[in-house]
């Protein structure tokens, strides 16, 4: 399965959001991490900002909604350009009914994991998602350490879609860097976000490039 980098565009200077998008046009996509501050302690942007990064983004958009009631809003974000959506497992309220209309509207549909949130309730309709996001922080900040103890899950994931013959991504969200890429790989991820250790390097794009290699390797 194919490697991609997701470059999350939170910790950014989004005040030249173009700029900031040009600046990772070798990664696969670009990940944009809305939040409300019900489903998470912060809160950060929302349809406005998915139209402005789809009109000047270079790769494809990755949104990431850390929203109450996603049932209510994912087809506007789908509908302001976004090319992903992953929406909570822990928020949702029919996540087969929202992943076909996702579909239906012709992007890819994703459900997202926080870290203690188990698997199990999910391997009977894995086929009805394109992605499974692995949180392996908290969801809410950018900046924090990874938690390795995602990993089992990772890989126990990646045996259950190899097994029902799926081409479905495993993507990990959350302290993902020239440290930890690797064992995210190992387990089984192939989507790999990363804030910090992208935007926060002198050379955004030679980052890309390391973590595709080191995930690679
Ligand atoms: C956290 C967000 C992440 C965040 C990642 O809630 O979903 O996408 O931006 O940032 P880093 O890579 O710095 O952990
Ligand atoms: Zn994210």
Redesign the pocket.
Known sequence: MSILISP?I??SDIGNLAGELNRISNADWA?V?V?DNHF?P?LTWGIPVIEAAKKYSPVPIDA?L?IANPDRWVPGFVEAGADSVTFHAEAVAAPIRLAREVRAMGARAGIALNPATQIDDYIDILDEFDMVLC??????????P?IASVMPKVARLRELINKKGLETWIQV?????ADTIAQAAEAGANNF??????YKAEDAANAVDTLRELARS
């Open positions: 999350s939170l910790n990940h991490d939040m998470v912060n990431h850390m949180m392996t922080v908290e969801p809410g900040f950018g900046g924090q990874f969200d959350g302290g993902v860097s976000v990363a804030g910090s250790a992208v």
